[in-house]
């Protein structure tokens, strides 16, 4: 899904609507690192 974004941020017309898109990334890899982060504590 941050890959989808990324490429997106890069076409979106507004500025704006980039960096919304860029920040989404952002978030949807740093949730994704958390929840892995999560699971191999589980694991252990």
Sequence with gaps: MAAVLE?????LPFQE???????EATSAR???AQIRA???????
Excluded at 38 to 44: F, G, R, S, T
Aim: charge should be negative.
């Design 7 to 11: 490429e997106l941020a890069r076409v």
């Design 17 to 23: 609507d980039r960096i919304r898109a860029s920040n």
């Design 30 to 32: 740093t949730q994704a």
């Design 38 to 44: 999560e699971v191999a504590m589980d694991d252990n």
